[in-house]
């Protein structure tokens, strides 16, 4: 077959040739641009892991900062609480002391309303006697007509008043 002859010879020296071409460009970029392309990769690694270890180091940094925060919080939070309980216990202290002070103001007027209330009693009684006396005398006198001497009614009073 004429055909398959002719392929082989036009070909063969193309082929060559080929093989030649695709030989080169593989050193060529190979030798050549493979080195720059592996320093590039290179440097893109060595760029993200130097990002990395800044990020890591600024989220510890970060976490301290977070803790030494929660820190001074609950610290705040505990000398707030403290300082309220303290603040409670001197306002109950206080009122306690004024509770005390205002009963023993309040004990002191009640003494002195209820002395004064029994000399005012012990007045009276003492008036309602002698009124009591003296209409007593008038009363028999004009019941029934004889006189009482004053002793002696303010002694029936006494022992009516006491019965």
């Known amino acids: ?9 036009t070909y063969a020296s193309q082929i060559f040739w080929l093989l ?12 050549g641009m493979l080195s720059k392309i592996e320093g590039t990769v290179d440097a893109r690694d060595q760029k993200i892991a130097s990002d990395l270890a800044i990020a890591e180091a600024a989220r510890a940094k970060a976490d301290e900062t977070e803790a030494a ?39 002191a007027k009640m003494a002195a309303a209820d ?14 006697e002698s ?4 209409a007593a005398q008038e009363i028999v006198a004009k019941v029934s007509g004889l ?8 002694s029936a009073v006494k022992a009516a008043l006491t019965a």
Do not use: C, H, N, W
Not at 20 to 31: D, K, S, T
Not at 147 to 154: C, G, I, M, S
């Open 69 to 107: 925060y929660r820190a001074s919080m609950e610290e705040a939070r505990a000398a707030a609480l403290k300082a309220k309980v303290e603040a409670k216990s001197a306002a109950a202290l206080d009122a306690e002391k004024r509770v005390k002070a205002v009963d023993a103001e309040l004990a």
């Open 20 to 31: 030649i071409v695709f030989g080169l460009i593989y050193f060529v970029i190979g030798r």
């Open 115 to 128: 002395a004064s209330l029994k000399a005012a009693q012990a007045k009276a009684l003492v008036e309602i």
């Open 147 to 154: 006189t009482v001497d004053k002793a002696a009614a303010e």
């Open 1 to 9: 077959m004429p055909q398959i002859s002719q392929i082989a010879a």
């Open 131 to 134: 009124v009591a006396a003296e």
